[in-house]
């Protein structure tokens, strides 16, 4: 079965801080995978994508890892701000024409 | 270029009524897919069409729901004789091509957050 985990559920960190969220997934043959951001009430924000033959994608102050060996990704935020705070959600293709999701990690910075 | 629109962003309907949901996608796209998002609970596929082709809709439950991508128009899933568990945010995302090809990338709309009292 292809699934999608995301670790931690939650995560409080200080405003400044550079932190990590992980996401693995049971299948390495995968097409594509995407990081989206969900803030309380709203829709999914795209925030990177990568590829099945990438390694990493970086955008401003966010860089995504890929490790299809491993069956993992991680998303690097840097230098972390409150308006950081959302909830992370790892979405990944398979090659069935639809995202497996993972249930997102609800990430809070402290001012 | 305007985003993948959602319409009506906020729905209620009661027990046994209709609820109609559209999707326009994204400008040059043909591929539409619908997740839900239940409460406390992660997105889950529901169907994906092509224009006048519903390819996969193994996610959708077999009775009450269906969907469509007309020709011309925008995506509609229809939910019929809605009943309370069926009150969740629905999201349709387009692509401009399917998965093998560049371009792949799904951009999401806001949704439509369906309460059934």
């Known amino acids: 079965k292809q699934e999608v985990t995301q670790i931690p559920a939650a995560l409080s960190v200080p405003e400044g801080e550079n932190l990590v969220l992980n996401c693995s997934f049971t299948d390495s043959a995968i097409y594509n995978l995407q990081w989206f951001r969900q803030d309380p009430g709203k829709g999914l924000t795209s925030l990177l994508l990568?590829?099945?033959?990438?390694r990493e994608q970086t955008s401003g102050r966010l860089n995504a890892s890929l490790d299809k060996s491993s069956g993992r990704s991680t998303l690097y935020i840097a230098a972390s701000q409150p308006g950081d705070s959302a909830t992370y959600l790892c979405?990944?293709?398979?090659?069935?024409?639809?995202?497996?999701f993972g249930t997102g990690t609800r990430l809070t910075i402290i001012p | 270029n305007a985003g993948v629109m959602q319409n009506p962003r906020h729905l209620v309907r009661r027990r046994g009524q209709e609820a109609r949901l559209r999707c326009s996608p994204m400008k040059g796209h043909s591929h539409v897919y619908w997740y839900r998002q239940l409460p406390e609970e992660g997105l889950k596929f529901m169907v994906y069409l092509q224009k006048e082709n519903i390819i996969d809709e193994s996610g959708m439950p077999k009775e009450r729901f269906s969907a469509e991508f007309p020709k011309e128009g925008p995506s509609i899933l229809r939910i019929q004789q809605v009943v309370r568990g069926d009150s969740a945010a629905y999201f349709c995302?387009?692509?401009?091509?399917?998965?093998?090809?560049?371009?792949?990338?799904?951009?999401f709309g806001p949704g439509t957050r369906l309460t059934v009292l």
């Open positions: 979405a990944v293709n398979f090659g069935n024409e639809k995202l497996t």
């Open positions: 990568i590829q099945s033959s990438q």
């Open positions: 995302a387009s692509s401009l091509v399917g998965t093998s090809g560049s371009g792949n990338e799904q951009f």
